[in-house]
């Protein structure tokens, strides 16, 4: 009996509350051809159903090869087809479901695309690879050191994933900078963003501490694979060690990154493809009055004084790289997780096993 696998795609509708047309590729497995096949699939004139249903069948087989499943705005899943495996499409309101049997032996590679009714098919001459974060939602692949990029002072912020590329789910920011002897930014509160730092290099000082009257102030040093969540109403600030510092900066919902696009520096462009320009800090553009930080839910906290008696990478209740880390139970506790110290769970969807350590 064939295992089912069940995968959910985002879609974009632009307000119709249907998806009208969607498209089921099979590609050849010759790297220097364009040749492919594909099936359009439209519905029915008439009244809207609650539930879509469209059946095609895999007619290319990729020896040797696994394909590899994917759909805009979910993450990659790699599965094997038999030729003539049934494909069974179903989708609903906002959302995409494709339901199939794995098999063992032969593979293709197939994507599956929403596209507006209005839209030209396949957005002919629409490459996949990019330089520009988009301004739409739609898949895409880009580089590292390229997409929207701004110099402010000595730190050079990238934004691969904005709200308009994501349709106001998040943002991606990604920050590269050289050792600092100050905070990166004045200690702040956001009231609707929820912010994740994940450290990719090099070493970043985070302070994170519940705008409350009893809250204790908390401090980790992340290095490569550390995370810190910074929930609503916490305030924060943070401040690279390392020559060559990167991490990762997602924020939920999507938005934020408007503040930096309205007050921020230049683009920054390397002539060598440097991740930030390492020489002393350039001037930072003036500070936007307070009610601009505040429309974009940037809550300056003044007072806030970083506590300094950190020992080992941490400050505060908890362990750090020398026991257990727990997530948090709620969205309004900040919390840290150590590489390879938070929970983990063992899944063997698929019949393939695999460690899942969630953040």
Same mark, same amino acid.
């Not at 519905?43 to 040797?64: F, L, M, N, S, T």
């Not at 609903?92 to 794995?102: A, C, I, N, R």
């Given at each position: 009996m064939a295992t089912q696998l069940q995968m959910l795609f985002a @879609?974009?509708?632009?307000?119709?509350?249907?998806?009208?047309?969607?498209?089921?590729?099979?590609?050849?497995?010759?790297?220097?051809?364009? %040749?492919?096949?594909?099936?359009?699939?439209? &519905?029915?004139?008439? #009244? %809207? #159903?609650?539930? /879509?249903?469209?059946?095609? %069948?895999?007619?290319? !087989?990729?020896?040797?090869?696994?394909?590899?499943?994917?759909g805009a705005g979910c993450? *990659? *899943?790699? @599965?094997?087809? !038999?030729?003539?495996? &049934?494909?069974?499409?179903?989708?609903? @309101?906002? !959302?995409? =479901?494709?339901?199939?049997?794995?098999?063992?032996?032969?593979?293709?590679? $197939?994507?599956?695309?929403?596209? %507006? +009714?209005?839209?030209?098919p396949a957005r002919p001459g629409r490459n996949l690879y990019v330089t520009e974060t988009p301004d739409d939602l739609r898949l895409y692949v880009l580089a590292k050191n390229y997409g929207t990029s701004l110099l402010l002072a000595n730190q050079v912020m990238r934004i691969p994933v904005s709200s308009n590329s994501s349709a106001g789910a998040f943002t991606i920011l990604q920050i590269s900078a050289p050792e600092s002897a100050a905070v990166g930014v004045e200690p702040h509160i956001h009231k609707r963003y929820y912010e994740n730092f994940y450290c990719s290099r090099g070493r970043l000082q985070l302070w994170t501490q519940s705008n409350t009257s009893d809250a204790e102030q908390n401090t980790r040093?992340?290095?490569?694979?550390? =995370?810190? $969540?910074?929930?609503?109403?916490t305030i924060h600030t943070f401040q690279t060690l390392d020559p060559d510092t990167m991490f990762t900066? @997602?924020?939920?919902?999507?938005? =934020?990154?408007?503040? =930096?696009?309205?007050?921020?520096?230049?683009? /920054?462009?390397?002539?060598?493809?440097?991740?930030?320009l390492p020489a002393d800090a350039l001037p930072s553009s003036a500070t936007p009055p307070l009610e601009v930080l505040q429309s974009f839910d940037h809550w300056p906290m003044p007072d806030f004084i970083p506590r300094r008696d950190d020992t080992n990478g941490i400050a505060g209740s908890g362990n750090w790289h020398n026991? *257990?880390?727990k997530l948090a139970s709620d969205?309004?506790? +900040?919390?840290?997780?150590? !590489?390879?110290?938070? &929970?983990? /769970?063992l899944n063997s969807e698929?019949?393939? /096993?695999?460690i899942i350590a969630p953040l």
């Open positions: @879609v974009r509708t632009d307000g119709d509350p249907e998806v009208e047309r969607c498209r089921i590729y099979t590609e050849t497995s010759n790297p220097h051809s364009d %040749k492919r096949q594909h099936h359009a699939i439209t &519905p029915e004139p008439g #009244p %809207k #159903p609650d539930r /879509y249903e469209y059946e095609a %069948k895999v007619v290319q !087989k990729v020896p040797g090869r696994l394909p590899i499943m994917q993450q *990659s *899943s790699r @599965v094997e087809l !038999k030729i003539g495996t &049934p494909v069974v499409l179903y989708h609903q @309101v906002h !959302k995409l =479901f494709l339901t199939m049997g794995l098999a063992a032996t032969f593979g293709v590679l $197939a994507s599956l695309l929403a596209i %507006k +009714p209005s839209a030209q040093i992340l290095t490569q694979g550390d =995370f810190g $969540a910074v929930a609503h109403n900066v @997602v924020i939920q919902p999507g938005g =934020f990154e408007r503040l =930096f696009l309205y007050g921020g520096g230049p683009e /920054y462009d390397s002539p060598i493809g440097s991740a930030f026991g *257990s880390n969205a309004t506790t +900040p919390f840290y997780i150590a !590489k390879n110290w938070g &929970p983990k /769970y698929g019949g393939i /096993y695999k």
